[in-house]
């Protein structure tokens, strides 16, 4: 008798589980499933080459920053399966990708995406830029398109009975509210997958919903690359960046974009986030304000870190207003160490544009209590270290 082929092993669901864990290792649904997970991976390899697998039970809640979004927060058993098949696609679609698409790709990413853009403004300083936005993209993804891009690449039958498992699986069908319930109130018309049917929208929050994002539009990258044949054209999701000297060409490329959009994706451009300027006026992306001649950061960013810090050191002051430097528990100990990464990551957002006074000033005058515990690790105050580290 013939041995059954296994397409999906246990050896790459545990390269998949470690990955998995690598991002998520200090929740509690990780924590679960790292008890007996070989067992579990086991009886997900078993689910998988009976095709009886099915996605269980996700999170929902509701974020504010930096906008009101609906998220569903997959099990961690399904993020395991979730990496597993984008494992199997990604080799197959990366280089099907342009260059300048930068979301949720290896080494590429927010701060490539603006340096990238920073280069070609300052090669082209007298060029105009036309910035486009899909309206409410995740949620207007079309099901039937993506798989069938999907099953146009794929070959293999079982990557494909996965992929189709996880692109028609209905979140809202099995699901537990979280967080806040007031903040559900406050999602727009048309922007929960509670409202449409399950033949349209991804669920924000799962990786593969990342990829798949990719893989849909890069449909449109082909089509600005090699139809309108854009030089320079950047993507990070469904934010897009063209720049050229003619404004009129602009506007002419910007039609059949949306046209393009329109017939074969099914998507729509979001007519009050289309801009059309000179790029020495900024273009406000990924985060930077990028000029020919130099780069800022937000205000908003810079707004959300201060209230950070703020609300941080106000904490330590209500614990102990009289001696508030004193870390006298290792929880305290935690909470600084946990805060130091939340600076440094900032911090490694700020250094990529020219803050070098932002970075000074913000150290000098809102860290307070910080500054007994943080200093610099250098002169141009890239990122901090523990004072007694130093």
């Keep these: 008798m013939l041995k059954q082929k296994r397409h999906f092993s246990f050896q790459e669901l545990l390269s998949a589980y470690y990955h998995c864990r690598n991002h998520k290792r200090n929740t509690i649904n990780a924590a679960k499933f790292e008890t007996n997970f070989e067992v579990k991976l086991l009886q997900l390899e078993k689910e998988l080459c009976a095709h009886n697998y099915s996605p269980g039970r ?54 490539k995406a603006m340096l990238s853009l920073r280069k070609i403004l300052k090669k082209t300083p007298s060029s105009h830029f036309l910035q486009i936005d899909i309206r409410s993209f995740f949620i207007s993804l079309n099901k039937e398109i993506l798989f069938k891009l999907i099953q146009a690449q794929v070959k293999n039958p079982e990557i494909i009975w996965l992929a189709k498992k996880i692109i028609f699986h209905d979140p809202t069908s099995n699901f537990s509210r979280k967080g806040q319930l007031k903040l559900f109130n406050l999602l727009p018309e048309g922007k929960s997958l509670f409202d449409i049917p399950n033949t349209r929208g991804l669920p924000i929050g799962n990786l593969t919903s990342q990829f798949f994002a990719n893989v849909y539009l890069n449909e449109l990258d082909q089509f600005v690359k090699h139809n309108l044949k854009a030089k320079y054209y950047l993507r990070y999701v469904d934010d897009m960046v063209i720049l050229h000297s003619d404004p009129r060409q602009l506007q ?15 998507l729509e451009l979001h007519p009050e986030k289309t801009i059309l300027k000179p790029g020495s006026q900024g273009i406000n992306f990924v985060g930077y304000i990028v000029k020919p001649d130099y780069t800022i ?94």
């Excluded at 099990?75 to 979301?103: C, M, N, T």
């Excluded at 002419?252 to 099914?266: A, G, M, S, T, Y």
């Design 58 to 111: 996700s999170v929902c809640f509701v974020v504010t920053e930096p906008k009101t979004r609906e998220i569903f927060a997959a099990d961690f058993g399904d993020r395991v399966i979730h990496h597993l098949l984008i494992e199997r696609l990604e080799p197959i679609w990366e280089p099907k990708f342009i260059f300048h698409s930068y979301a949720c790709r290896k080494d590429k990413g927010a701060i």
């Design 252 to 266: 002419v490329w910007h039609d059949e974009i949306d046209n393009f959009l329109r017939q074969k994706l099914k």
């Design 297 to 390: 950061v937000r205000n908003r960013t810079i707004k959300k870190f201060k209230n950070k810090l703020w609300q941080f050191n106000q904490k330590i002051l209500t614990k102990n207003p009289i001696q508030p430097i004193r870390l006298w528990t290792p929880e305290l100990c935690e909470e600084f160490r946990q805060m130091l990464a939340i600076i440094n990551s900032y911090y490694g957002v700020f250094k990529h544009a020219d803050t070098y006074h932002l970075r000074q000033h913000l150290y000098e005058k809102h860290f307070n209590i910080l500054k007994l515990y943080l200093t610099p690790a250098n002169k141009n105050f890239d990122y901090f270290i523990w004072t007694e580290e130093k």
